[in-house]
């Protein structure tokens, strides 16, 4: 199968268009020195699931970045993560009926990247994550959870577990259902 | 009129464009969240 590879002045035709996979929702630059971040208008009934990023900026210390669905923290939240060291040293953690996931990103005065996916926050349905983090040296590993609610988000936030974020772009893409 | 107390010590919390002081409910739920994180993963020297 070949894929189209478009040029300027192109007509788009509808089947190339509505094969696209992955779509840019929103797109929010972070402020200087703030605890937390909420994101809205991220998620619809448009599509099912989701990819988050946020790149670009940094943590005021080392810390934990969490995740949670809405502007709010409540309970409810479930998860484990597998992260090791540079050193080989494994480590495991869980978050057992938490106020939020606690491992969605960790990052450094130089260098942060939250990278997680979310299936189904806007569906009346449990909420999952999966996330991915690097901190360069000190804790490489993954996490996933479920949110055992059945609300229909619309929003979600950040907030490292302490200290502030400062900087770069965080994008919402959708991926097409 | 607001209730809340405002001071320029609070952390600061981002709504979209929006960064303002949190309101007294905002503190203390986020204040419930740091108490209750989990703890840094482990950390040792870089080996190289």
Same mark, same amino acid.
């Given at each position: 199968?070949?894929?189209?590879?478009f040029?300027t002045?192109?007509?788009?035709p509808a089947?190339?268009m509505?094969?696209i996979g992955?779509w840019?929702?929103?797109?929010?630059?972070v402020?200087?020195?703030?605890?937390?971040?909420?994101?809205?208008g991220?998620?619809?009934s448009?599509?099912?699931n989701?990819k988050i990023?946020?790149t670009?900026?940094?943590l005021?210390t080392?810390a934990?970045?969490?995740?949670?669905?809405? @502007?709010?923290t409540?309970?409810?939240?479930y998860g484990?993560?597998?992260?090791?060291?540079?050193s080989a =040293?494994?480590?495991?953690?869980?978050?057992?009926n938490?106020g939020?996931?606690s491992f969605?990103?960790?990052g450094?005065v130089d260098?942060?990247?939250?990278?997680?996916?979310?299936?189904n926050?806007?569906? @009346?349905?449990?909420?999952?994550?999966?996330?991915q983090?690097f901190?360069r =040296?000190?804790?490489l590993g993954i996490?996933?959870?479920?949110?055992a609610?059945? =609300?229909?988000?619309?929003s979600?936030?950040? @907030?490292?577990n302490t200290g =502030?974020?400062?900087g770069?772009?965080i994008r919402?893409?959708g991926y097409?259902? | 009129?607001?209730?809340?107390t405002e001071? &320029?010590n609070?952390?600061?919390?981002?709504?979209?464009d929006?960064?303002?002081e949190m309101?007294d409910?905002?503190?203390?739920a986020y204040?419930?969240?740091q108490?209750?994180?989990?703890?840094?993963p &482990?950390t040792t020297?870089?080996?190289s």
């Amino acid at each position: 199968m070949t894929y189209p590879v478009f040029a300027t002045g192109d007509v788009l035709p509808a089947s190339d268009m509505n094969a696209i996979g992955l779509w840019l929702v929103k797109s929010q630059a972070v402020g200087s020195g703030v605890s937390s971040v909420t994101v809205t208008g991220a998620f619809s009934s448009s599509f099912d699931n989701y990819k988050i990023v946020w790149t670009g900026g940094a943590l005021s210390t080392t810390a934990l970045v969490q995740v949670y669905m809405g @502007a709010s923290t409540a309970s409810q939240y479930y998860g484990g993560r597998v992260s090791v060291n540079t050193s080989a =040293t494994a480590a495991f953690a869980a978050d057992n009926n938490a106020g939020a996931w606690s491992f969605a990103g960790v990052g450094n005065v130089d260098w942060t990247v939250v990278s997680f996916e979310l299936y189904n926050p806007n569906r @009346a349905d449990e909420t999952g994550i999966h996330a991915q983090y690097f901190e360069r =040296t000190n804790a490489l590993g993954i996490y996933t959870g479920y949110l055992a609610n059945s =609300t229909q988000y619309t929003s979600f936030s950040l @907030a490292p577990n302490t200290g =502030t974020m400062t900087g770069g772009t965080i994008r919402v893409y959708g991926y097409r259902n | 009129m607001s209730m809340d107390t405002e001071t &320029n010590n609070r952390p600061k919390i981002q709504i979209d464009d929006l960064i303002r002081e949190m309101t007294d409910e905002e503190l203390a739920a986020y204040e419930a969240l740091q108490a209750d994180a989990s703890p840094l993963p &482990n950390t040792t020297s870089d080996p190289s």
